[in-house]
């Protein structure tokens, strides 16, 4: 993330726990991206110090000597070999000094309200960790809100456009894997979420509901659901059928609302073309 990227990023101001993973993510994305990380990096109790490199003498490239003065042939080659390193060492550790100057005026900028709390700090390793200790939630807290989150999106399904509230899912759905939540296991988030969308497109859910429950009665064991649609694939699915029946010139096509069982050739048309967009 290059100086210019993060000065884009300086509009995500922290405002508490509620966005402190996005607040540090473009932290450290930036710190990676320099190579700093691993100096500032508030999760970690020990970190590597930057320090500047020791400037090579005489006496590394021949014993004893005293001044370049005294150095002569494969000494002297040595001694160049020394200086050149030391010199690419040196533009590295300036660089590193560059990118946290630049990382300080960007906490400065963004930190908010928090700025008192790191105001007699100029150590940005150092405010990173008081800004973590203060504001980082807790495990169990953020499990709650990514949670809260997570039901709130499902209901949110008739409030936004729907490619919208398609990503949102994904996002929050993402965030909840990633802390191994319960309530996403398995084929969990694709039934929250065919519930979710019925309220828009009852046949589509009830097309993927009943066959989910047609491949739980026949099968034997549960390997159907590692070839089943999981959450993301299933929106996935859903938002390239709902593009092709938003662009029907016809809107009682297979994708209108399921009313009776008699509409039995229009549910034919619609399991067909689900097949094809499933093969997609």
Known sequence: MPATDLEVSSRVVLKGPGNWDVWISIVRKFAKTQDVWEHIDP???NK???TPPAEPTASEAKAGAASMN?????????????????R????????????????????????????????????????LMILKNRIKPTDWARETEITDQYYATLKAVNRTKIEEWISQWQV???????????DVKGLRPTRHFLKAV????????????????GEAMISSNDDWQKSFPDGIK???????SYRTTSSSPNPKGAFATYQAGFEIDRIDRFRALIDRLVSC
Do not use: C
């Open 234 to 240: 299933i929106s996935e699915i859903f938002e390239r």
């Open 88 to 127: 690419s060492q040196l533009q590295v550790y300036k660089d590193k000094k560059k990118a946290l100057v630049t990382l300080q005026e960007h906490i400065v900028k963004t930190v908010g309200s928090y700025y008192n709390i790191i105001a007699k700090e100029d150590d940005v390793a150092k405010e």
């Open 198 to 213: 019925g309220l828009i497109d009852p046949t589509f859910s009830k097309y993927w509901i009943n066959r989910m429950e």
């Open 48 to 50: 590597a110090e930057l």
């Open 70 to 86: 005294e150095l002569i042939g494969d000494d002297l080659r040595k001694y160049e070999i020394l200086q050149a390193r030391y």
């Open 43 to 45: 999760g970690l109790a």
């Open 172 to 182: 929050i759905l993402n965030e909840a894997k990633n802390l191994d939540l319960p």
